[in-house]
């Protein structure tokens, strides 16, 4: 039998209408300041779907152009001025950075209380000590889909092929706070499929298209995929949707799965921290 397909698009839509509803009850309005370094055309298509989103929930949003040849030191005082700017409730920097910038190093200046990814140290920690705030919002983007199945997650096996700080280790940490079981594989794993056939939960954020394949999952198996990649004009997920859909119980599409969520998560996290710093 076909696995049941979590929709991504008909689940943001959803915590967006939500958003809308709870923001009748406030008297401010979030905001959201996004800035670019550069001109990468995936990350200014990323920013637009972001300022879409935005105004359909009525958030004040800004972007922030800079320059590509921007030094590691304006880019820091450009977070500061925002970490003060009372309008801005979430603060994001778009990745990837221009080389001669360390990324980690600007995310280190992000305001833990404007951090709207969920990924400075501070709020990284939180949620390696179980105390999930702000979290990530790709990783939560997943669990949000996990629950889609209304199948528990305590006492599973899941298992997560990446280790990135941005996606595969806060989410396989998030489903260790919900009492799963949770294997980690990266580029060094050995015998990788024999790990992958025994996850409940598979999430696959690799960055490699169709990487996994219907020999690599269990029946009736959960699986996440994460990797958004171009082939020629096609976009795929780091899953070979088509067979894996034969085997699986439960699986996202690419596109249409973990990407609108993780949009509609920045939305949920920029409205938390405005509720916090105005209350
Ligand atoms: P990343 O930083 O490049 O990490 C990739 C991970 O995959 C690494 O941990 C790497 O292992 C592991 N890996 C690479 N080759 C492997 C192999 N042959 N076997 C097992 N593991 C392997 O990528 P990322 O930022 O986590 O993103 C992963 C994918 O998700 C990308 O396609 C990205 O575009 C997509 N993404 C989607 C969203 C969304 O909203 N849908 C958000 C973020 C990212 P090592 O650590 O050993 O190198």
Redesign the pocket.
């Known amino acids: 039998m076909s696995a049941e397909i979590l929709n991504g698009t008909r689940l943001a839509q959803r915590i967006r209408s939500q958003i809308r509803r709870d923001l009748k009850k406030l008297t401010f309005t979030p905001g959201l300041a996004v800035v670019q370094v550069g001109n990468d055309p995936a990350s200014t298509i990323y920013i637009k779907h972001k300022q879409r989103d935005c105004e359909k929930v009525h958030f004040h949003s800004e972007v922030h152009r800079l320059p590509t040849d921007t030094t590691q030191r304006a880019l820091i005082n450009k977070v500061i001025e925002l970490n003060q700017q009372k309008e801005i409730h979430g603060i994001l920097v778009q990745m990837p950075l221009p080389d001669i910038i360390d990324g980690q190093a600007i995310i280190d200046v992000i305001s833990p209380h404007k951090d709207a990814d969920g990924l400075t140290p501070i709020n990284l920690g939180n949620l390696f000590i179980n105390r999930e705030s702000v979290s990530p919002c790709?990783p939560t983007g997943i669990i949000r889909l996990i629950e889609l199945t209304g199948k528990q997650i305590e006492g599973k096996h899941a298992v997560c092929?990446?280790?990135?700080h941005?996606?595969?280790k806060p989410a396989g940490i998030m489903l260790l706070n919900r009492n799963a079981t949770v294997t980690y594989?990266?580029?060094?794993?050995k015998n990788?499929a024999n790990i992958t056939k025994q996850a409940d939960i598979l999430v696959a954020?690799?960055?490699?298209p169709e990487?996994i394949t219907a020999d690599m999952v269990k029946h009736g198996a959960t699986v996440i995929d994460?990797?958004?990649?171009s082939v020629g004009n096609r976009l795929v997920g780091?899953v070979k949707f088509d067979e894996v859909k034969e085997i699986a119980g439960y699986i996202t599409p690419v596109p249409g799965g973990?990407?609108p969520l993780?949009r509609a998560m920045l939305l949920q996290n920029t409205l938390k921290l405005a509720r916090q710093i105005e209350t």
């Open positions: 790709t092929v990446g280790r990135s941005l996606v595969g594989c990266h580029s060094r794993t990788l954020a690799i960055g490699k990487f994460v990797g958004i990649n780091d973990v990407g993780t």
